[in-house]
């Protein structure tokens, strides 16, 4: 294997692979320090690594140069159509003017006192039972029931749209490909019925996101149904998956840091810095994929057109060169807010108002039922690769 390609190191590590919690961090640590650029040819295709701060955020910032027609490095053949990510330029812009209406801080409130009801009502089903596995009995379900209402359907469907979204997210990193694509097949069955039944019965478009989409306008021309049906799964897998593995790296942290839990308690006007410091802290989506569209060099290192580039979320959040101290938890972090975990530029999250306001209810409601938890002393946990999660965690508490 070669051990450099031009001035930069090669990097054989297998993002995809699943290891011990944080443990693709340790990876991500470690490549940064050893060099601003690698090459990484431990997936299927080759691509750069930038691992440094300024270097990943001036990426995000340059789309022209680095495109969306790839979104991850590790899986550049894109499987899934995914609407507004593959977009670009004034196409992305009109797309977007059309679905962040619903997103905005302000439409985000209006779902805040369903979301609270529901977060206390699960929390206080569990409360009894002194233990649970807080991923499969709290972190799947909860962020599906705010999302479903979200778009007027019935929390209930979650029992089904959880595994299937389970399968689509196992075969986007190397799982089995046909049960990915069987589970994506049924949930664009699922939101076409959806989509149907808002043509015969539009509710109101200002409330009803689906109801805006039909009657959306773009150059003066309605919306497609397949564009229609991309954004729903779109958002589902966008919004659910990251969500329930924000949950798990936040309690498995608290579990095992009794300081900063208590502090939370003491003082719940610290969460929402909380959540800003958890998202830097743990970045989920690790990396955002992108295409070098012209030849390009940044300090020595020369990109082809056609390559593909690592923008690095993961190793630019703990970048002492702007994070100091940045392995540790620190609340009211100065210049936390500037963390890449929502990524950054025109492609920055849709859903970051409604994952903040969802993660900081989730805070406060637990904390208030159940104060003190512990991780079960059995537990054995896995992180998995690609788009990180804790694929369990069993927590246990006293009555
Ligand atoms: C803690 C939770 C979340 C994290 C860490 C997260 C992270 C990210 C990141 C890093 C990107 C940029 C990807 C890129 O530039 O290629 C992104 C984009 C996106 N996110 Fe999120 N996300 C979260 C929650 C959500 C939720 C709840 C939704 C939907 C309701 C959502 C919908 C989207 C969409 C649609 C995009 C693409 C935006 C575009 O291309 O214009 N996300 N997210």
């Known amino acids: 294997m070669r051990e450099s390609v031009g001035r930069c190191p090669v990097s054989h590590t297998d993002y995809r692979l699943a290891t011990p919690p944080a443990g693709h961090y340790a990876f991500l640590d470690r490549e940064r320090e050893e060099s601003r650029f690698l090459w990484n040819d431990g997936a299927d295709t080759g691509f750069w690594m930038l691992t440094r701060y300024d270097d990943v955020l001036q990426g995000f910032q340059n789309p022209e140069t680095f495109t969306n027609d790839i979104t991850s490095a590790l899986n550049p053949q894109r499987g899934i159509d995914l609407l ?43 409360a009894p039972r002194g233990a649970c596995d807080f991923v499969a009995r709290f972190a799947l379900r909860y962020p599906t029931d705010v999302f479903l209402v979200s778009l007027g359907l019935p929390p209930s469907d979650g029992e ?19 049960k990915a694509r069987a589970a994506s097949d049924r949930i664009m069955d699922y939101f076409a019925d959806l989509v149907a039944e808002r043509r015969a019965r539009p509710l109101d478009p200002r409330e009803d996101l689906v109801s805006r ?7 003066e021309e309605p919306m497609p149904d397949r564009d229609i049906l991309t954004v729903c799964m779109t958002l589902l897998l966008a919004g659910l998956d990251t969500t329930r593995s924000a ?39 690790i990396q955002a994929g992108r295409e070098v569209s012209r030849q390009v060099d940044i300090d020595g290192l020369t990109m082809e057109a056609g390559d593909v580039v690592w923008l690095g979320i993961g190793s630019a959040n703990r970048d002492p060169r702007k994070f100091p101290d940045p392995d540790r938890f620190v609340l009211g972090r100065k210049g936390v807010n500037q963390h890449l975990g929502f990524g950054a530029g025109r492609h920055r999250c849709l859903g970051m108002h409604l994952a903040r306001v969802e993660l900081a209810i989730v805070l406060r409601e637990w904390h208030a039922r159940i104060p003190d938890y512990r991780i079960a002393p059995d537990a054995d946990l896995v992180e998995r690769g690609g788009q990180l999660t804790l694929t369990s965690l069993p927590l246990e508490w006293d009555l």
């Not at 979204?165 to 190397?174: R, Y």
């Not at 949950?247 to 959540?275: C, K, N, Q, S, T």
Request: aromatic share 12%.
């Open 84 to 126: 507004p990510q593959r977009l670009g330029g004034e196409e992305h812009a009109k797309l977007r003017r059309v679905i962040n209406p619903y997103f905005s801080p302000t439409a985000v409130r209006r779902m805040e006192r369903f979301a609270v009801d529901r977060c206390a009502e699960l929390v206080e089903e569990l």
């Open 213 to 219: 989409l039909v009657e959306a306008r773009i150059d």
């Open 160 to 178: 089904f749209f959880v595994p299937w979204v389970e399968d689509v997210f196992g075969g986007f990193f190397g799982g089995a490909q046909n």
């Open 247 to 285: 949950l798990g790296y936040m309690f498995w942290h608290l579990a095992r840091h009794d300081e900063d839990r208590r502090a939370l308690i003491a003082d719940p006007g610290l969460i929402p810095a909380a959540v800003e410091e958890f998202i830097r802290l743990y970045p989920l989506v």
